[in-house]
């Protein structure tokens, strides 16, 4: 039993329910339940609502509609999971007895009042990613005198080809331990969300580049005073880690990509590489390579619902150009 009376105000339950999802929920999630749930304050202010002096008991489950209303001039998708955090918020007062919530009728309402987000195929610049991924591998073989420079070069590479030959989430690239990969088979078990695990595969040429990186870093992880299992895959090597073995951040992760994809491209031609369209890239390129098995690449990609996957199984712009013209400058040669 919660220890907010049903007369507290709306602002009260509100910040008890965002703790709620704090303490329950990743980092992101809280940030965006966050917004969510003031962007529907602002609104119940907008229809003469004060959250601050309404007492929790007088909810109504018809706000659900006018906040849909309100965010028409949002996304779909942006407005779904605004959506689907206030609803959290009415599930929290059923649940702590704070409110009488008809939640059938706030779940009907959200299916009447949302929109559907458009299905968007994945759209990602293969043979750009393969020329980035052919200047990873370069990298190599590029001798600077700096040996943190040094160190550097051979993280980034064996980060991006990981992200292509793993279909790594960035946030799952950056996390990763030593510990966690089994060196001998090649493959590394994950811990996802509810506790799921799911095995992820590691190709011959990313794990060569990961040993390549370490034995070069092997130094700095044996002075770390900790267990080797232990220490990140993918290290910080900016001053301000100094000795220590940090992980890198998800932001660092994005920041490598954006760097490595400028200087092997150059120009505006990198602005729509990010590092998810490696996963794009990992999916495209099982399903090329195993005639169409959409079963396999969603087992591979740890989809958890096959439509996610189908989005990918289309024919590329060149595969269909060069199969019309095959049919059609084929009728005109007869």
């Known amino acids: 039993m919660s220890s907010i009376a049903p007369n507290n105000s709306l602002s009260t339950t509100i910040a008890a329910y965002l703790d709620s999802v704090t303490l329950s929920r990743s980092p992101n999630t809280a940030r965006t339940y966050r917004n969510a749930l003031n962007t529907f304050s602002g609104m119940l202010e907008n229809i003469g609502i004060s959250p601050a002096d309404t007492p929790t008991s007088q909810i109504s489950e018809n706000w659900v509609s006018q906040f849909a209303a309100s965010l028409k001039t949002y996304a779909p998708a942006s407005e779904r999971l605004y959506l689907t955090a206030v609803s959290g918020w009415y599930q929290y007062l059923a649940a702590e ?88 088979e090649g493959r590394a078990l994950l811990i996802g969300k509810g506790n799921r ?34 220490l990140p895959i993918f290290a910080r090597h900016d001053r301000g880690a100094g000795k220590k073995v940090l992980p890198i951040s998800t932001t660092t992760g994005r920041a490598i990509v954006h760097q490595r994809v400028h200087e092997a491209l150059g120009g505006e031609s990198n602005e729509n590489i990010t590092p998810h369209s490696f996963r794009h890239y990992f999916v495209t390129t099982v399903l090329r390579g195993s005639g169409g098995n959409l079963k396999l690449a969603q087992k591979l990609a740890r989809h958890r619902n096959i439509a996610v996957t189908q989005r990918y199984a289309h024919l590329s712009d060149d595969e269909l150009d060069q199969g019309y013209y095959e049919i059609f400058d084929s009728k005109e040669r007869k």
């Open 97 to 184: 007895d704070l409110a009488e919530v008809n939640l059938p009728r706030v779940r009907l309402l959200i299916r009447q009042r949302s929109r559907r987000p458009g299905q968007r195929l994945p759209q990602f610049p293969q043979q750009d990613i393969e020329t980035v991924l052919g200047y990873a591998q370069a990298l190599l073989g590029r001798r600077d005198p700096d040996a943190r420079q040094r160190l550097i070069d051979l993280r980034d590479r064996s980060f991006l080809l990981t992200l292509a030959d793993t279909g790594l989430r960035v946030h799952e690239a950056c996390n990763l331990r030593r510990g966690d990969i089994d060196w001998n």
């Open 197 to 230: 695990q799911s095995v992820v595969r590691f190709s011959h040429r990313s794990l060569s580049a990961i040993k390549d990186y370490h034995a070069v870093r092997a130094r700095i992880d044996g002075a770390s005073g900790r267990p080797l299992r232990s």
